[in-house]
């Protein structure tokens, strides 16, 4: 049986929850417990694994639209996104596209209880994250695509980016919505800058009333199953839209700006030393210049092959306004200089009639940690980052990456893996991961020492570029060049697999539209071929239990 | 870290169908239940080691009661001998409405 259509939301199950917000009967599970594709990873840490990865999703319909829709566990390791569980969510949503490509729309629901990246695959987790923008992004042209934010876990970290770019953001008073979770802040930046303990506070800046009332959610609805369903019901009636959310972020910069008094100016100038600056320098025709006036993204032109890109680089800036973002993090002011620099390009490009490549070019220590970056919802801010690297690529920029140095979370996300082909250089210096080894052993409860042996014993945990490299995250590895020096050679070498990669792209052989095959992620795989077989006997199964008067069982699964 | 054992359970009766209950949750775990011709079977992975003893005295007190033919697949993540009964009662149910 349904539950009653009366009652609240966050109460019930992820089956429960589709099963009352669908129609009835239709409604079909994909790769679901009985595939027994649960995460390869987990045991090895001592950790029990659920059987569909705590990700559900089913094909069904609203109103006779069809639908895709993905619920999450929130119980099972906090409804954080592994390799499986995110292989689902972005496959469900390309075979949606794929669908809607041919002429027969789906839309998309995503109930959306998660912490973001699952911290026990980071690698493999952060990758998945990078393909569900992807994804969202591709099935937004033809379909709505709907978040929900209801659950008591709240919707944080890499997943509050993809709720940013859906078409609709519908909440209630029990969903929080933020990139970084208090109790990291607080690790990261300190207990003055954020008291993780302090509820009222914390539901002050990411709590959906307060999203509402900012302008970062589109629908606000009480806990109650009726509310939500004629909340979806009219998203999902009102067609294609696009949300104003992300639309300018030049407008976004300049607010910022106006709001925000610039600090007074430090009398000693500490000469900027990140790799990412003297990497672009190092590539660069012409001397470096600071897109939308913002000092810490630094833009130049590079020459490649027979055309000339434009390479980006995220650099610090000691005098930046937000002093949370001074040391080359990714903050508010430069996802919006960001996304705001790419989006002009793209135009001005656009009216010269060619489709010059884009070089992201990373050493960021991650995304900034503070209050004010909650309170202005940084998520949206790189989010729009996010989306304008992506229309970049469906205009027709191929787009590459050099990983100079640290490719960190929700600024790699970012800056970098909305790309074609990503290169990193093979040092010490390195490294690719979704949070500080203190932040993992605070968040997972356990200890330092512990925490870092895992990484060192666990693939997608590591930290090591090497072990990206190995999982398929990151393309190519460039070995025995000198990051912090680089020679004449060395930059030709550089530029040499740019070449090839631009070669490569121009042949059609850009592999990171969507997850590329790699041995290391044969869960991955088998979450695709079990998908995509399934997919049109979901669709078949639906339409004959429309055909029929009798109203049949919804799944197994639901409690009764 | 985790322990994995495979336990069995003399069984007969019929049900009709498969069925999945709860979640691998702090103090709670997942069953999958699919029938058998004969015989029952349970596959345990727990997070909670050197309990092995404890599962068998709940699950064939359980088997007694309920004597199905059913392969059972629990991950465990520390549920209560109490909650073990319920989850496995609350599968059985669900097989028993017929095949999803």
Not at chain 1, 408 to 414: D, E, N, Q, R
Not at chain 1, 527 to 544: E, F, H, L, N, P
Request: aromatic share 4%; glycine share 8%; net charge negative.
């Amino acid at each position: 049986m349904t539950p009653d259509i009366q009652g609240s939301f966050q109460e019930l199950s992820p089956r429960e929850r589709l099963a009352a917000l669908l129609d009835l009967g239709h409604f079909r599970e994909l790769a679901g417990p009985f595939d027994r594709i649960g995460s390869p990873w987990l045991q090895q840490q001592g950790l029990v694994p659920q059987s569909d990865d705590g990700v559900i999703a089913v094909r069904g319909s609203v109103d006779g639209h069809a639908v895709v829709a993905i619920a999450i566990e929130g119980g099972f390791e906090g409804g954080s996104i592994g390799e499986v569980g995110g292989a689902k969510i972005a496959t469900a949503l390309e075979l949606a596209a794929e669908s809607s490509r041919l002429g027969q729309p789906v839309a998309a629901l995503l109930l959306l209880e998660t912490g973001g990246v699952r911290l026990q695959e980071a690698t493999l987790g952060l990758a998945a994250i990078a393909a569900i923008h992807t994804a969202i992004l591709n099935l937004s042209a033809y379909v709505p695509v709907i978040a929900v934010i209801a659950g008591p876990v709240g919707c944080f970290g890499g997943m509050s980016l993809a709720a940013q770019l859906c078409t609709h953001i519908i909440g209630t008073p029990y969903g929080r919505l933020g990139m970084n979770g208090p109790e990291v802040i607080e690790q990261e930046a300190g207990a003055d800058e954020i008291d993780a303990s302090d509820r009222e506070l914390i539901w002050q800046l990411v709590g959906c009333e307060a999203r509402f009332r900012d302008g970062w959610i589109d629908t606000f609805v009480p806990d109650d199953l009726s509310a939500l369903a004629a909340a979806i019901h009219s998203a999902v009636a009102q067609g294609r839209t696009s949300s104003s959310r992300l639309a300018a972020p030049a407008t976004q910069l300049q607010r910022l700006r106006e709001e925000i008094p610039a600090r007074p100016q430090a009398s000693v100038h500490e000469p900027v030393s990140a790799r990412s600056c003297l990497w672009l320098q190092a590539l660069a025709e012409s001397s470096p210049a600071p897109a939308f006036a913002t000092p810490s993204i630094l833009t130049a032109r590079v020459a490649l092959e027979d055309t000339t890109a434009l390479a980006i680089s995220i650099v610090p800036d000691p005098e930046s306004r937000l002093p949370r973002a001074s040391h080359g993090e990714l903050g508010l002011e430069q996802a919006w200089a960001l996304a705001a620099c790419l989006d002009q390009f793209v135009l001005d490009e656009q009216q010269a009639g060619t489709r010059s490549p884009i070089i992201a070019i990373v050493d960021t220590p991650g995304q900034a940690f503070g209050r004010i970056e909650e309170q202005r919802c940084i998520s949206a801010a790189a989010a729009a980052a996010v989306g304008a690297y992506a229309r970049a690529r469906a205009a027709g920029h191929p787009v590459f990456t050099l990983v100079t140095g640290r490719a960190v979370s929700g600024s790699f996300l970012a800056h970098g893996l909305q790309s074609d082909y990503i290169l990193a250089i093979a040092d010490e210096g390195v490294s690719m991961y979704a949070m500080s080894a203190q932040s993992i052993a605070r968040i997972t409860r356990r200890d330092l020492a512990t925490v870092q042996a895992l990484a060192a014993a666990t693939l997608p945990m590591s930290f090591a570029i090497a072990d990206a490299h190995r999982l398929g995250v990151i393309d190519d590895l460039i070995e025995g060049i000198n990051a912090d020096r680089p020679t004449a050679e060395d930059i030709a070498r550089v530029k040499s697999c740019f070449g090839d990669a631009l070669a490569a792209w121009r042949r059609g052989q850009s592999t990171r539209s969507s997850i590329p095959f790699n041995p290391q992620r044969q869960s991955t795989q088998r979450v695709r071929d079990a998908m995509r077989a399934q997919w049109s006997s979901a669709a078949d199964a639906g339409t004959k239990e429309r055909s029929a008067s009798s109203v049949s069982q919804p799944t197994e699964g639901v409690i009764v | 870290m985790t322990e994995t054992f495979t336990l069995s359970f003399p069984a007969s009766t019929a049900v009709l169908g498969r069925a999945h209950v709860g979640v691998v949750a702090s103090g709670d775990m997942e069953v999958l239940l699919e029938p058998r011709l004969q015989g029952a079977s349970v596959r345990v992975v727990t997070i909670v080691s050197g309990h092995r003893k404890t599962w068998e005295a709940v699950l064939t007190r359980f088997f007694e009661r309920h004597p199905y033919a059913v392969a059972i697949e629990i991950n465990d993540h520390g549920a209560t001998p109490g909650l073990v009964g319920l989850r496995l009662e609350q599968a059985i149910e669900l097989a028993m409405k017929g095949p999803a």
